[in-house]
């Protein structure tokens, strides 16, 4: 099991907003709009998350933070996403 896996990774709320767009299946463009940022920084921030808890990509990243207790293993009902 990786050291990821193991123990609850320490996100801020930045990231965890972040992480549960990627979940929600938005693109960083679409979450750069959201937010407010430059796709660059959405996609730098990303990145950083990603390895902080170490993924390999946007998929790892969630199955990371689900199995971690990070995100909930449902998704948000129609419409609150």
Avoid: C, K
């Avoid at 965890?16 to 959405?42: E, H, Y």
Wanted: net charge positive; hydrophobic share 40%.
């Amino acid at each position: 099991m990786s050291t990821a896996t193991a123990t609850r990774p320490v996100l801020t709320d930045e990231q965890l907003a972040l992480l549960t767009q990627v979940a929600d299946g938005r693109t960083n463009l679409a979450i750069a709009r959201r937010v407010g940022l430059s796709r660059s920084s959405v996609e730098n921030r990303l990145s950083a998350l990603y390895r902080q808890i170490g993924a390999r990509n946007a998929p790892h990243a969630v199955a990371i933070a689900i199995r971690s207790g990070l995100l909930p293993t449902h998704p948000a009902p129609e419409g609150q996403a």
